[in-house]
Each structure stands twice: as C-alpha cells, then as structure tokens.
Nanobody
Framework: QVQLVESGGGLVQAGGSLRLSCAAS????????VGWFRQAPGQVREFVAS????????VYGDSVKGRFTISRDNAKNTVHLQMNGLKPEDTAVYYC????????????????????WGQGTQVTVSS
C-alpha cells in the first residue's frame, strides 16, 4: 500500500506560478509511474501530466503543454508539478496518482490505470 499526499496548492493570480508536490509513504515509490490529474466543479477528471518511474519519460495534456513541468526525485519519494503561466481555467483540485510498473513502462495517461490516489490539493487562479 502506498499513501500519497499532495501539497503546494493555493490561490494565485493569473500568470503566476505554483509548484505542487506529491509525497509517497514508501521507498518503492521509485518503482511507480506517477500522474497528475485535476477536476474542476461539475467537470470530469482531466489528465494533466505523467512521468515514468525513472523520470526519463513524460507526457502532458494538451491544455498544459509548454506551461507545466512534471519531475521526480526518487531519493525523496516525491514528484513535483511546476505550473507556470497559470490561467483561471487551471482552477481545480489537483490529484496525484501512482502505479507500480516495470522499468521500461511509459508514462500513463488513463486515470483508471492507476492504483493509488492522493486526497488532492486545491489550486485557484484569479483573473
């Protein structure tokens, strides 16, 4: 069992930046692919970004490409999501998720493929 805890959310003005973190409870987190998803009120959960277990491969949702960067520090069991150029439409609860994979497994975009989820952190972008 892996517990994930997100942090770093908050209120920011449009054009600003935030850095979200996803901390895992177990050292085996380095064997997990990790993804970030978001859900705004009344909306379906949206894929944001994902990273392979090694950190060498990343995938981004179209709406965040060029603005968000996902990275991981396996020594600290942590994955980060650097969000720059924030827009009001980025307002949502952001969730991290993980799934244990083999080394060569690519980043995962499908929410249903993940086994572990955090509780989420609220990001609010004012105009």
């Amino acid at each position: 069992q892996v517990q994930l805890v997100e942090s770093g959310g908050g209120l920011v003005q449009a054009g600003g930046s935030l850095r979200l973190s996803c901390a895992a409870s177990r050292r085996t987190f380095s064997e997990h692919a990790v993804g970030w998803f978001r859900q705004a009120p009344g909306q379906v959960r949206e894929f944001v970004a994902s990273v392979s277990r090694s950190g060498g491969n990343t995938v981004y949702g179209d709406s965040v490409k060029g603005r968000f960067t996902i990275s991981r520090d396996n020594a600290k069991n942590t994955v980060h999501l650097q969000m720059n150029g924030l827009k009001p439409e980025d307002t949502a609860v952001y969730y991290c998720a993980s799934k244990r994979t083999i080394l060569a497994f690519p980043p995962i975009e499908e929410a249903g493929s993940y086994d572990y989820w955090g509780q989420g952190t609220q990001v609010t972008v004012s105009s």
